[in-house]
C-alpha cells in the first residue's frame, strides 16, 4: 500500500491572535506563497506601498502573500497611520481588483 503525504503545515496560513488584524480573513483553502508574480497584482501592491499609504499618512505595519485556487494570487496589508489619531486599514490586491477596509486602531504599546 502506498500512502501520500500530506502538505506540510506550514505552508498553510492560519488565523492570527490579535482580532482584525492579518492574517484574518484568510481563507482555508489559500495557502502561503514567497511572492507575487501576477502583474496585475504586483500594479495593486506598488499603488498602496507607492502612493495611497504614504499620502494617507500610513505605513504598512506587516502583509501575507497567498495563493488560492478561485482568486489565484493575494496580497493583504495591513497599514497602520504614522501620526495620531491611530488608524488601521487592510489593504487587499487580487487579479480582479484592490480594496480597503477600515479596521479597529491596533493597540497602543
Excluded at 495557502?31 to 501592491?45: E, L, M
Excluded at 507607492?50 to 495563493?67: K, N, Q, V
Excluded at 488560492?68 to 490586491?93: K, N, Y
Aim: some cysteine; overall charge negative; hydrophobic content about 40%.
Amino acid at each position: 500500500m502506498l500512502v501520500a503525504a500530506a502538505a506540510p503545515p506550514q505552508d498553510v496560513v492560519t488565523a492570527d491572535p490579535v482580532a482584525g488584524m492579518l492574517p484574518a480573513g484568510i481563507g482555508e483553502d489559500e495557502v502561503a506563497i514567497a511572492g507575487i508574480t501576477d502583474s496585475a497584482v504586483q500594479k495593486c501592491v506598488r499603488f498602496f506601498e507607492e502612493e495611497l499609504a504614504p499620502e494617507a499618512g500610513m505605513r504598512i505595519d506587516r502583509s501575507a502573500m497567498t495563493s488560492s485556487p478561485e482568486q489565484g494570487q493575494i496580497w493583504r496589508a495591513d497599514a497602520v497611520s504614522v501620526q495620531p489619531p491611530l488608524r488601521a486599514s487592510r489593504f487587499t490586491c487580487t487579479k480582479d481588483g484592490k480594496s480597503i477596509e477600515p479596521l479597529g486602531a491596533p493597540e497602543a504599546e
